[in-house]
């Protein structure tokens, strides 16, 4: 009886890491899934409205935020135009693990980390979002959008890459297998 019981033991113990490390990598995909559909939203209500939306990230005592921004002069969205109140602030700031608890932008480690579409590695781990020079993602009328990736980790282990590729407004969600030093979708 003692041996079942230190074999029931034993299995659990093993299983345990292997359920919080699911757990984990489930709430990484549904907040970078959280994301992707943010992205989507705010197309369609860019197209809807006849005005460009978009998302404004920022970062404040080592925190990331994100608001989210209107167009308020016809011009597109511009990030001195948000910052002067130019191109009103809708709401925020909003912070990723209160939508998904765990999940911020960011990456976990010091790296070195592939970029997410190839091509050398991610030279500054400071700022996950990779929208040019800009921290704005902008989608415009015509259903267009601005081309970046924005990265998010549990701070431990896991990294995903939220994708978005501006014509097409195409969206799409990897996640970085640190064994292989590959993303996959």
């Known amino acids: 009886m003692l041996c079942i019981t230190t074999l029931i033991a034993l299995a659990t113990l093993a299983v345990i890491p292997t359920a919080a490390t699911l757990a984990r990598g489930g709430r990484m995909a549904a907040g970078a899934r959280d994301l992707a559909l943010t992205f989507h939203a705010l197309r369609w209500k860019s197209v809807a409205e006849n005005r460009s939306h978009g998302l404004y990230f920022e970062q404040a005592d080592g925190e990331w935020h994100w608001y989210r921004v209107r167009d308020g002069n016809g011009n597109g969205l511009r990030t001195a135009e948000v ?98 030093g590959n993303w996959r979708r």
């Open 83 to 180: 910052k002067n109140g130019t191109d009103p602030i809708l709401s925020g700031p909003h912070r990723t693990r209160d939508r998904v608890s765990g999940v911020d932008p960011g990456f976990p480690g010091e790296g070195p980390f592939p970029r997410v579409r190839g091509g050398g590695s991610i030279d500054n781990l400071d700022d996950p979002v990779k929208f040019g020079v800009s921290n704005l993602v902008s989608f415009s009328p015509l259903g267009a959008s601005s081309s970046g990736t924005v990265y998010l980790t549990d701070g431990r282990r896991e990294l995903f890459a939220v994708v978005l590729f501006g014509p097409t407004v195409r969206v799409r969600v990897w996640r970085y297998d640190p064994r292989t």
